[in-house]
């Protein structure tokens, strides 16, 4: 794959991307994942999780552009919360996230036909990972579910525990596995669901006893990780302290000293005193620019693991989406999937 900052023009194509920023105001906005790269990041105006950059950016009454360089879900939610006389636009319209399609409305659908059928109408709440197109979103709010963040998985789970006594979780398995261990559940209260198999490959009997139902999903970047990536951590570094994301598997996650969301490591790195190493288990070009943010502290990445998707927007694609603005690669969310989705959210919010 091809590094973007060797190649020529770089210079040239953030000048244009400045000069167009002036020239817009307050007008636009630019928000910027934590997994982008460098050079987009520093041309964002907020920088940070999706959901909490989607919040800002609707927040502004005085912005009427929004221009997300994320994945494409990211730019969805942005439009769900998004105000009337705002648009949102992200770079490359084919900047997916495999997660989220291991989820599709269908298939949930029928999985749900079939959890209801052997379970009884009203005793599963849905809790749909942001990480998922807003048609499943739509989809939770509709069933009196709950969408959750990496950062308020547990709260929205005790919150879903509180209204009924089983949980279908999606799309990712093991930030749904790592929150039930972090709750008490043990393994055999938590089942996985493989869609297109009868009760998601498992017995009537697990069905019914299970509290947590976990859709046969992950993220692609979070399970590169191995336990003997660690081990040669540990071995290598003895006094560092490793940190990873809960879309790691459990095995990864219970070897590590610390776990959270993608703002939890910035914030983790930032606190760490001067002097210290740590080893994050995340996607490589946040890892990259945390090393680069804090020369005073030893940043090293558990291993090279890049999202192909993030690394899709880059400073071609970006200039082009401001040279037409409302009209490249508009996002847009149809109005009854946006009310049912943001039922979802506001509960969440609620929290």
């Known amino acids: 794959m091809t590094n973007e900052r060797a190649l020529p023009g770089n ?10 920023k002036r020239e817009l105001g307050k007008e636009l906005i630019i928000l910027t994942h934590h997994y982008q ?3 987009i990041v520093q041309l964002g105006d907020f920088s940070g999780d999706s959901f909490e950059l989607s919040r ?24 769900i919360l998004a105000q009337p006389h705002q648009i949102v636009q992200i770079p490359n319209v084919s900047a997916g996230c495999s997660m989220a399609e291991m989820a599709e409305t ?19 709440t849905p809790v749909v990972y942001m990480n998922s197109d807003a048609e499943l979103k739509a989809f939770s709010g509709r069933n ?7 950062s308020n998985a547990a709260k929205a789970v005790k919150w879903a525990f509180g209204k009924k006594e089983k949980i279908l979780f999606f799309p990712d398995q093991h930030l749904g596995r790592n929150v039930g261990f972090d709750l008490g559940l043990s393994p055999e209260q938590m089942i996985v669901w493989s869609p297109g198999k009868p009760l998601g490959g498992n017995t009537p009997e697990s069905v019914r006893a299970a ?9 692609l970047v979070h399970t590169r990780f191995t336990t003997d990536h660690i081990a040669k951590m540990r071995s290598e570094f ?6 990873v994301h809960p879309e790691c598997p459990r095995e990864i996650v219970s070897k590590a000293d610390a776990c959270g969301s993608t703002s939890y490591i910035v914030k983790y790195v930032q606190e760490a005193p001067a002097g210290s190493t740590i080893v994050i288990g995340t996607e490589i070009n946040l890892v990259h620019r945390l090393a680069q943010e804090h020369p005073d502290k030893k940043i090293i990445d558990l291993y090279n693991s890049l999202c192909p998707n993030m690394f899709k927007i880059n400073l071609s694609n970006l200039l082009q989406t401001l040279s037409r603005l409302g009209e490249m690669n508009v996002v847009s969310v149809p109005e009854e999937i946006k009310a049912d989705a943001k039922l979802a959210l506001d509960r969440m919010l609620a929290l």
Not at 56 to 79: L, N, P, Q, W
Not at 144 to 150: A, L, M, N
Not at 211 to 219: E, N, P, V, Y
Request: aromatic share 6%.
């Open 238 to 243: 003895p006094g560092a302290k490793i940190v």
């Open 56 to 79: 800002k950016a609707a927040a502004d009454r005085d912005c009427r552009y929004i221009v997300f360089c994320g994945v494409h879900f990211m730019a969805e939610s942005a439009a």
């Open 144 to 150: 009196e579910g709950i969408v959750c963040t990496s």
């Open 211 to 219: 509290r947590m139902i976990l859709w046969d999903g992950h993220c």
């Open 37 to 39: 790269r460098r050079e």
């Open 11 to 20: 210079s040239v194509l953030t000048e244009r991307i400045q000069a167009r």
């Open 106 to 124: 269908q298939t949930v659908n029928e999985a749900w036909s079939q959890l209801q059928a052997e379970t009884g109408e009203g005793s599963i």
